[in-house]
């Protein structure tokens, strides 16, 4: 198989013709597939549903700690709830908030604090500034970016290597420019490329001497124990910024909801005493406290640590065949002709795919057209822009896996299709 690169013009043209033939085949299936979100299947919803067990009118709804999760009160999570997802962060229980189902909910809290009140009490309200600036690496999570877009906060591209964000461009923005708050981060299997952030990257976080006193790095560890492959490692950002004198310049996020169960997980906060001290009299006034009923089902049933890399292997049964369905097929149709590049992650949601530059919007819209529907390209760019509309973020882990090979068939010929014409 000759790569395109290669091929005559006479070759191109029959190419072009062949690649027609199969676009419109699949024109007529009349699909309706969605790779659009990296959300769970069925089948890992159905780990989990003995969890519901664990909360019952049988059971006794008094925990450990002798409170009553049917009454007011515990502003930032079950103690024997806080303790266990220490474990998870890495943390001492007490510099932990176990939140309502969406840590998502927490990040946008943590940023209209910090707009309305700002982040320390020695420094004015983000949102009485001139200009607040985040840096993005990039590709990264789109709803990060919407969150900048949502209160005006101005958003600065920071490319991504094989170990993490550029640091060098990361290290003299933050130590020069006040303006720059906050960067988003998500350093292991990062959205959408799967790297994990090495070890001297994070040192690297640690020690930023950042120009402006209310910097914080938004440390989104969602995909923490998604493993697909040999376990990553990740060097704790906590303790190498206690080391560094930065202890308050962390805000650290998890959740369980590709865990759990996605509509009713439990959102996850981890930051300094400082920082929690501050965060706590701001919740003070915003709840009494969130589902405890939700806090001891999970920890009933999770246990311990232990406990959730045991579940964790039964997600990984499940999604690792289809991120081998979708890398195989890369693998037989694209990679021999030289026209895109992707990554192959150890863990998390998603597989990120480079086409040939002007060629990812195309091929996204020829998918629509023939009945699947992936994420938008550029969603993974700050604005929606990718400069070179190359980059394509696929999801695996929704679909079944016969649903899953079609879309994946039917994606290889777009992107020949797109490459083609373009």
């Not at 043209?13 to 299947?41: T, W």
């Not at 999570?77 to 890495?90: D, I, N, Q, S, V």
């Not at 480079?354 to 969603?379: D, F, I």
């Amino acid at each position: 198989m000759k790569k395109y690169t290669e091929l005559s013009a006479g070759e191109l043209q029959i190419e072009k013709e062949l690649v027609l033939r199969q676009y419109n085949e699949f024109k007529a299936k009349n699909l309706s597939l969605d790779m659009s979100r990296g959300k769970p299947c069925a089948e890992q919803l159905d780990l989990v549903s003995p969890m519901l067990d664990a909360v019952s009118s049988d059971l006794p709804l008094i925990t450990q700690d002798g409170i009553d999760i049917r009454n007011y009160g515990v502003l930032d999570g079950l103690p024997e709830a806080k303790r266990l997802f220490a474990e998870l962060l890495e943390v001492r229980p007490e510099q932990v908030i176990v939140g309502g189902n969406s840590s998502l909910a927490l990040i946008y809290d943590a940023v209209s604090r910090a707009m309305q009140f700002g982040t320390t009490d020695r420094q004015p309200p983000w949102n009485k500034l001139d200009r607040v600036k985040f840096l993005c690496p990039s590709p990264g999570y789109d709803r990060h970016f919407t969150i900048c877009e949502f209160f005006g906060i101005e958003m600065i591209t920071i490319s991504m290597n094989e170990n993490g964000p550029d640091m060098d461009t990361v290290e003299r923005l933050v130590s020069s420019d006040p303006a720059v708050k906050g960067i988003w981060c998500i350093p292991k299997y990062s959205n959408p490329t799967g790297i994990t952030y090495s070890d001297d990257v994070v040192r690297r976080f640690a020690a930023l001497r950042p120009a402006a006193e209310d910097f914080r790095i938004f440390w989104d560890n969602a995909y923490c124990v998604h493993d697909l492959d040999r376990p990553a490692t990740l060097l704790n950002l906590m303790d190498e910024c206690i080391k560094q004198g930065n202890e308050d310049m962390p805000f650290i996020f998890a959740s369980t909801s590709k865990i759990t169960f996605s509509g009713a997980g439990l959102g996850l906060m981890a930051a300094s005493d400082n920082n929690l001290e501050r965060i706590r009299r701001q919740y003070s006034v915003q709840t009494i406290g969130f589902n405890k009923l939700n806090h001891l089902m999970h920890t009933r049933y999770l246990k311990n640590l232990d406990g959730i890399k045991q579940l964790m292997q039964g997600h990984k049964k499940i999604l690792a065949p289809k991120f081998r369905a979708v890398l195989d097929r890369l693998d037989r149709e694209l990679a021999p002709l030289g026209i895109a590049e992707y990554t192959r992650p150890g863990g998390g949601y998603f597989i990120s795919l480079n086409t040939h530059p002007g060629c990812a919007k195309r091929t996204v819209e020829l998918c629509k057209e023939a009945g699947v529907t992936l994420t938008p390209a550029g969603a993974a760019f700050p604005y929606g822009n990718d400069p070179s509309d190359s980059n394509i973020r696929l999801a695996p882990t929704y679909p079944p896996i016969n649903e899953l090979e079609s879309a994946m068939e039917l994606f290889c010929i777009c992107v020949r299709l797109a490459t083609i014409v373009s």
